[in-house]
Antibody, heavy 121, light 109 residues
Framework: YLQESGPGLVEPSETLSLTCTVS?????????WGWIRQPPGKGLEWIGS???????YYNPSLRSRVTISLDTSKNQFSLKMTSVTAADTAVYYC????????????????WGQGTLVTVSS | QSVLTQPPSASGAPGQRVTISCSGS????????VYWYQQLPGTAPKLLIS???QRPSGVPDRFSGSKSGTSASLAISGLRSEDEADYYC??????????FGGGTKLTVL
């Protein structure tokens, strides 16, 4: 079970911060832990994902503004996105991202319910 | 503009079979597994097809996936009203990592 939390409103140029709390599974185990977003009325965009070892992949178009981190003591992982604009307004989902035979995949097996973040002053 | 190309819409009558295509390139679909997601209105996406043609537990066998070269397809047979949803393909890409198609809105007539 995954549950996103964080502010629903962020001002332009500020930093968006979200947390995903994981229950029923340790984030120290076999998944990558990722973030995906969906602007209102539009499609899905992968933001990035991180393994408990610290290995991480990020969407190249967002890489300069995004950081994903894991807090194993709280079984949570977080997303920080800097210098946000109205274009970052979206529903943000946290999800598990699986690998297969050691290779990255786009197998997002489990999803949070999503949280709407609006960027506006 | 998505790296993976899907038709924006598809439709079919109840009981019919519909297919949704997903076109990519050698750096994604041509060399990686394809995954399909179903997103019902107001809900999070759900994994529908794994590794090109595998159905996760609980997914009806009315749903099937296939891949050929740099394209993939999702087929839904015996169409039902509850299948009305948005469908997304996804694949790993050598350059830009995880990518989704633009999504296809399926209407059950």
């Amino acid at each position: 079970y995954l549950q996103e939390s964080g502010p629903g409103l962020v001002e332009p140029s500020e930093t968006l911060s979200l947390t995903c709390t994981v229950s029923g599974y340790s984030i120290n185990l076999g998944y990558y832990w990722g973030w995906i977003r969906q602007p209102p009325g539009k499609g899905l965009e992968w933001i990035g994902s991180m393994f408990h070892s610290g290995a991480a992949y990020y969407n190249p178009s967002l890489r300069s503004r995004v950081t994903i981190s894991l807090d194993t003591s709280k079984n949570q992982f977080s997303l920080k996105m800097t210098s946000v604009t109205a274009a970052d307004t979206a529903v943000y989902y946290c999800a598990t991202e699986d690998t297969f035979r050691g290779l990255m995949t786009t197998s997002f097996d489990y999803w949070g319910q999503g949280t709407l973040v609006t960027v506006s002053s | 503009q998505s790296v993976l190309t899907q038709p924006p819409s598809a439709s079919g009558a109840p009981g019919q079979r519909v297919t949704i295509s997903c076109s990519g390139s050698s750096s994604n679909i041509g060399s990686k597994y394809v995954y399909w997601y179903q997103q019902l209105p107001g809900t999070a996406p759900k994994l529908l097809i794994s590794r090109n043609d595998q159905r996760p537990s609980g997914v009806p066998d009315r749903f099937s996936g296939s891949k050929s070269g740099t394209s993939a397809s999702l087929a839904i047979s015996g169409l039902r009203s509850e299948d009305e949803a948005d469908y997304y393909c996804a694949a790993w890409d050598d350059s830009v990592f995880a990518v989704f198609g633009g999504g296809t809105k399926l209407t059950v007539l």
